[in-house]
């Protein structure tokens, strides 16, 4: 079973679809363990709309968090939290931010707390020579630097929002629940302290921002009063995350190494774990040709074991090729003629179509066909994001 995400935006052509800042990203990060693939794209010309089709996952994080009864162990939010590093590990290996990382988008199987990351329309890469957008990520989950300056931000801004979904696993409440980017600052302060001016300038706050906090409370709690049976390591992975300079936050890579993990590490290293080590092709392979795959796997001697990992890495190659390639669909009703057409042979004109003088209406099939032209429905119009010589007809 998969899940489908209808698109808000409005799509006319397979070029849009090619330029789709999400798919493209989705694209390029192929297939991960604990990140929701993209398995095909549904486009329906007439009604100018575009269906993501995806992993299917039983719940979000907010919404296990909210119907559980009992509390999630120290052990399950460290997994959890494992697992949302291992994936922000590979988006940032390809030189994306997710930026809107919360609870409600980490995908969950309650029953085996297996989690992927999820909603990649707001991921971006940094701009060198540009600032990126201000009002990005939630405002609950987002860093100092989001809230002091006018874009002026990097990876690990997710790391931040990482830190505060932690937090919510472990105690069910949001850490930093402003009501707006004044308050926002406040409790951040509150809890986390307040910046001297040293540090201001290190999060290279603006000088309205400055004015701003001039007057907040300088008083803080810290976290280990809100934490009072948490470990020591477990503390200073929050103050590792929630630094307050950006620079000084430890990075995902660095995060999954982290000894507040070491209780659960072992879990994941003697479970089938798979990931995707390269990253996928810009564009996918033509003229027959299959991506190198990378993975990281773990090998057992014993016999039947390697059975099974060879039918799970078999799964997992398939599951790879179907994120880096996604095939977009279109309905039983369209036609799609595959191959260059002969202009004087097919010309298309508004809401009709001809063929060679002949006019057929959309949804049945036209008779004397030019050899050179295959029509298929429910055609695969693309596999990958190259679209060369494929033609759609409009309705």
């Avoid at 390029?28 to 299917?56: A, C, S, W």
Wanted: with cysteine; net charge positive.
């Amino acid at each position: 079973m998969y899940a489908l995400k209808v698109m808000k935006d409005r799509f006319r052509t397979l070029e849009q679809i090619k330029n789709n800042e999400e798919i493209q990203v989705m694209q390029r990060i192929g297939y991960h363990t604990n990140i929701v693939g993209l398995q095909e794209v549904i486009f329906e010309p007439e009604k100018y709309r575009l269906t993501l089709v995806m992993d299917l996952m039983e719940c979000n994080l907010l919404d296990m968090i909210a119907h559980e009864k009992v509390p999630l162990s120290m052990k399950e939010c460290l997994s959890l939290t494992y697992q949302l590093f291992s994936a922000l590990s590979h988006v940032h290996k390809l030189g994306y931010i997710h930026r809107d990382i919360k609870p409600e988008n980490c995908l969950v199987n309650s029953s085996t707390l297996e989690l992927k990351l999820a909603d990649f329309g707001s991921t971006r890469t940094p701009s060198r020579d540009s600032t990126m957008t201000e009002y990005i990520a939630t405002r609950w989950y987002r860093p100092p630097e989001c809230l002091l300056t006018s874009g002026d931000y990097g990876s690990a801004l997710d790391v931040w929002a990482v830190g505060c979904v932690f937090y919510e696993l472990l105690t069910k409440m949001p850490l930093f629940p402003g009501n707006n980017s004044i308050d926002q600052l406040q409790r951040i302060h509150s809890i986390m302290g307040a910046p001297d001016t040293r540090t201001l300038s290190r999060v290279h706050a603006s000088d309205s921002a400055i004015q701003n906090i001039k007057n907040l409370d300088s008083k803080h709690s810290g976290l280990k009063s809100l934490l009072p049976t948490a470990s020591d390591e477990v503390i200073d992975l929050f103050n590792n995350l929630l630094a307050y300079v950006p620079d000084d936050r430890i990075s995902a890579e660095d995060a999954l190494k982290h000894p507040a993990f070491d209780i659960i590490r072992e879990d994941f290293i003697k479970r089938p774990y798979s990931m995707v080590i390269e990253s996928a092709p810009v564009t996918s392979p033509v003229h027959g040709e299959r991506p190198k795959i990378g993975r990281m796997e773990t090998n057992n001697n014993n016999n039947k074991n390697r059975r099974k990992q060879s039918q799970r890495n078999n799964q997992s190659r398939l599951q790879q090729a179907r994120a880096r390639n996604p095939r977009i669909l279109v309905p039983k009703n369209r036609l799609v003629q595959i191959g260059k057409p002969n202009q004087q042979q097919i010309n298309h004109n508004h809401n009709h179509i001809h063929y060679q003088g002949q006019q057929q209406r959309m949804g049945g099939y036209p008779t004397n066909i030019p050899a050179n032209i295959k029509l298929k429905p429910q055609s695969v119009l693309c596999q990958g994001s190259m679209l060369p010589g494929i033609h759609i007809t409009h309705h």
